[in-house]
């Protein structure tokens, strides 16, 4: 049983998900230094991919084609709020020390990011970067399925980077 399954706020999330991964890494980091590290790094490769996906939300007439900033976050700046902005995303549900809930939404697809802070090993925690898409039109599926192998190496990369001292 994965950490995410025994937070309510996640299994109501899940319904009707169209797509779901998960991706671990462990930490000595709290959970707001893990999102900040996670969500505040953009290595140049990782704008490039997000230039390219720029040009593909233009041609689908997409409501946000920018690129994030990816400006380095400090820890007190991640929002527990709902309604609260880390980065480009929107807080929607947040515990802390145990989870946070973020939405980035456009007309296309609702994407969500959550990272779940489960149990500790000694001095390690386990965090689930969990990524929940619902499609809500049929430019959904075509836009996540051409980003989909890319959306693996961010997702990735951001685990690793939250996981970092």
Same mark, same amino acid.
């Given at each position: 049983?994965?950490?995410?399954?025994?937070?309510?706020?996640?299994?109501?999330?899940?319904?009707?998900?169209?797509?779901?991964?998960?991706?671990?890494?462990?930490?000595?980091?709290?959970?707001?230094?893990?999102?900040?590290?996670?969500?505040?790094?953009?290595?140049?490769?990782?704008?490039?991919?997000?230039?390219?996906?720029?040009?593909?939300?233009?041609?689908?007439?997409?409501?946000?084609?920018?690129?994030?900033?990816?400006?380095?976050?400090?820890?007190?700046?991640?929002?527990?709020?709902?309604?609260?902005?880390?980065?480009?995303?929107?807080?929607?549900?947040?515990?802390?020390?145990?989870?946070?809930?973020?939405?980035?939404?456009?007309?296309?697809?609702?994407?969500?990011?959550?990272?779940?802070?489960?149990?500790?090993?000694?001095?390690?925690?386990?965090?689930?970067?969990?990524?929940?898409?619902?499609?809500?039109?049929?430019?959904?599926?075509?836009?996540? *399925?051409?980003?989909?192998?890319?959306?693996?190496?961010?997702?990735?990369?951001?685990? *690793?980077?939250?996981?970092?001292?």
């Amino acid at each position: 049983m994965s950490t995410f399954d025994t937070v309510p706020e996640l299994r109501a999330l899940l319904s009707g998900a169209d797509h779901v991964d998960v991706k671990t890494a462990e930490s000595t980091a709290s959970l707001r230094q893990f999102v900040a590290r996670a969500m505040g790094r953009s290595p140049a490769w990782m704008k490039a991919l997000f230039l390219a996906r720029m040009v593909l939300a233009r041609m689908l007439r997409l409501r946000d084609p920018s690129i994030p900033a990816g400006a380095p976050l400090r820890a007190e700046e991640i929002s527990f709020t709902p309604g609260g902005k880390v980065a480009f995303f929107t807080v929607t549900a947040a515990a802390e020390d145990r989870f946070i809930v973020l939405e980035a939404a456009d007309t296309h697809l609702a994407g969500y990011l959550a990272v779940v802070a489960g149990p500790s090993v000694g001095a390690r925690t386990t965090f689930e970067v969990v990524t929940v898409v619902k499609y809500r039109r049929w430019t959904g599926p075509v836009y996540f *399925n051409v980003i989909r192998p890319f959306h693996h190496l961010v997702v990735r990369h951001m685990a *690793n980077a939250g996981a970092r001292p």
